[in-house]
């Protein structure tokens, strides 16, 4: 009996252990090993350089300026030995395979932390994940004494899935401050992102410097001022209004952000959208479009009709001409400029939604067509990106264009970035191009990601679970080595400021993260939410609102027979969803959801919200009846 009394006491105590050792690391690591203790820094931690590296040494200044709200005081000692608490940072000596370059290793006993990898990309990468072992904020006790920082003793061995792991700012159709996108980039470091692709050409502004080109910006960075949602709602420019709303980076300041991306282990992918998406630079040189008419900055206003199947029309020329061989002498030099500036490999061309109406219309480029045997606007679209991977290549870089780029025949040497579901990057990886999986049903942050009743209406909706069921590598891949990796996409055509950029961008850039960086095996839903709630309460420290949509419920609504019905759902088996189809309120005062439950015929609106111990956890959603009825599936 004594003998099973002490099996069941250390069962118990290993249960504690891993109970207490349930880390909230995102993106979640290849290898995460407990052991038995815990590591207590109360006020000073040492920071020892185990390798002479001036990136290291920057890191971990960065670090120490990240940190310091955590009460600990952070110093850069000579001692191997410390009295203190340690930090030590180094680099192997020989490559360890397993780690690539941006993986590495972290050992946290009673004594402290090591952290080794085999560059500084990887170190940088082990720094965030000991940011996460640390609180945001100092703790204290009810005396007003600060708390000892505890970390459970581990093991951690981690890797990034791809190389590739992005996310996209569009800063076209609303404009953002160099400090606003310095803020943008310190919470993609966080969260082990390291491609910034940067949106900066669009119809609603131009926001790059061209010094040869200087009405780029004094003309196409300016629209006049709107309000309210893109569309019909918007009215189009007066010739006598003044173009007051926009901005852009002048190269000095695109060389400081680059410079501030790089020491957050961020590389910057510059987009210059062509052939089409080009208005704003239309407005600053209307030579370059077919009919050389006069246009406006578009505001925001509806220039364009679209069809089932995604069909469209423009109603303005928003397109370069491609039978002009001043067009490509033109992008040449702005090229020039754009791949002088940024250092990494590649240059994004745009080549979406490129309306061919204007061409086929154009007796020139009709004449310029029949002369070189290009048959329709697929083939002539082909040509102009062709033409533009073989200025692109020339200056240095490799071009990646939106899949699009695939119809009519593909640019030797280009990268597809795959938008519209996987298809376009299957089929450019079938052709040998390496792929960038980026499609709307995963990784479009724009899009609605709560209860359309309190949410801003968009195309579609993307859900956190969505989200986090993406998979970069479909299975129709024959060759994975292509895929490079994937990133989220936040268009900006309803997100005007940057608070409601964070709003719109995580936590579902946690989910995307954690697809990009961490093995399949290791990816697990109720884990994943667990991490999630752990890490609102690091976002609400730091003062940044994200969505916590994840709480409401999810209102389903279905006919059974002649009943209209409604089944709530909700992904935490601790929230309790109180409701009301009597027109009363506070719901709490509602009935409690059980079960699924009968809408009955009348003028109502369903009332519902979550609860966690008895306080709200979400708004409030209020649905009338109508609205209820359209969404039968």
């Not at 207490?20 to 290898?31: D, G, L, T, V």
């Not at 390291?194 to 949106?199: K, L, T």
């Not at 061409?359 to 533009?388: H, P, T």
Request: aromatic share 10%.
């Amino acid at each position: 009996m004594k003998k099973l009394s002490k099996t069941i006491l250390i069962m118990l105590l290993f249960m504690s252990v891993m109970v207490s050792a349930q880390n909230q690391i995102i993106p979640a690591p290849r290898s995460y090993e407990v052991k038995q203790g815990e590591l207590v820094i109360e006020g000073s931690l040492d920071i020892i350089l185990m390798s002479d590296n001036d990136k290291i040494r920057e890191q971990v200044a960065l670090f120490g300026t990240q940190m310091k709200d955590t009460g600990i005081k952070m110093t850069v000692v000579e001692n191997e030995n410390p009295v203190t608490k340690s930090l030590k940072i180094g680099l192997h000596e020989s490559v360890i395979d397993t780690l690539g370059s941006e993986g590495y290793t972290i050992v946290v006993d009673e004594r402290g932390m090591t952290l080794m990898a085999n560059t500084q990309a990887g170190t940088f990468n082990g720094l965030q994940t000991i940011k996460q072992l640390l609180p945001i904020k100092i703790r204290m006790s009810e005396d007003g004494d600060p708390l000892p920082i505890k970390i459970q003793t581990c093991k951690i061995e981690d890797a990034p899935r791809f190389g590739w792991r992005g996310l996209m700012l569009d800063v076209s159709r609303h404009f953002f401050t160099v400090e606003e996108v310095k803020a943008y980039l310190d919470q993609m470091a966080e969260f082990k992102f390291n491609v910034f692709h940067w949106h900066l050409t669009d119809d609603e502004g131009w926001r790059i410097e061209i010094k040869t080109f200087p009405k780029l910006t004094e003309v196409g960075a300016w629209r006049v001022e709107r309000h309210g949602r893109f569309g019909s709602d918007r009215a189009a420019p007066k010739k006598s209004e003044k173009t007051t709303y926009g901005g852009f980076y002048t190269q000095e300041e695109i060389k400081d952000v680059i410079a501030y991306a790089a020491a957050r282990n961020i590389t910057i992918v510059p987009e210059i959208d062509v052939p089409g998406h080009s208005m704003a630079l239309l407005a600053a040189y209307p030579q370059y479009s077919t009919k050389k008419e006069f246009k406006h900055v578009n505001p925001g206003a509806k220039f364009a009709d679209w069809f089932a199947g995604g069909k469209f029309k423009m109603n303005i020329e928003n397109t370069l001409n491609p039978a002009d061989p001043a067009v490509y002498a033109f992008l040449d030099m702005i090229f020039d400029e754009v791949a002088a500036l940024f250092p990494g490999e590649y240059i994004h061309m745009g080549g979406d939604e490129c309306y061919h109406g204007y061409w086929e219309e154009d007796a020139k480029v009709q004449e310029f067509m029949a002369k070189n045997g290009i048959k329709n606007g697929e083939e002539l679209q082909s040509y102009f990106v062709k033409r533009i991977e073989k200025i692109i290549s020339s200056k240095g870089k490799k071009m990646i264009g939106w899949d699009e780029i695939l119809e009519g025949g593909l640019a030797e040497g280009a990268a597809v970035m795959s938008w519209r579901g996987m298809k376009g990057g299957i089929e450019a990886a079938g052709l040998g191009h390496k792929v960038v999986m980026t499609p709307t049903t995963f990784a479009y942050l724009d899009y609605t990601q709560g209860d359309s009743s309190v949410e801003n209406k968009i195309y579609a909706d993307l859900s956190l679970e969505k989200s986090y069921s993406f998979d970069p590598v479909p299975e129709l891949i024959l060759d994975p080595d292509l895929i490079l990796g994937g990133q989220g996409n936040l268009w900006t055509e309803v997100v005007p400021n940057l608070p409601f950029a964070f709003y719109m961008t995580y936590p579902r850039a946690m989910a995307i993260s954690e697809s990009l960086w961490s093995t399949k095996e290791n990816k697990n839903w109720e884990d994943f939410l667990s991490r999630t709630e752990s890490h609102f309460i690091r976002f609400d420290q730091k003062g940044i609102n994200i969505a916590k949509t994840i709480y409401e419920p999810e209102v389903k609504v279905y006919q059974e027979g002649r009943k209209l019905m409604c089944k709530l759902k909700n992904p935490f088996s601790d929230i309790e969803m109180y409701y009301t189809i009597d027109n009363t309120y506070p719901v709490t005062f509602g009935k409690k959801y059980e079960e699924p439950f009968e809408l009955p015929a009348g003028d109502f609106s369903l009332r519902v919200q979550s609860f966690r111990d008895g306080k709200a956890v979400e708004r409030l959603l209020q649905i009338p009846r109508k609205d209820l009825e359209s969404r039968v599936k």
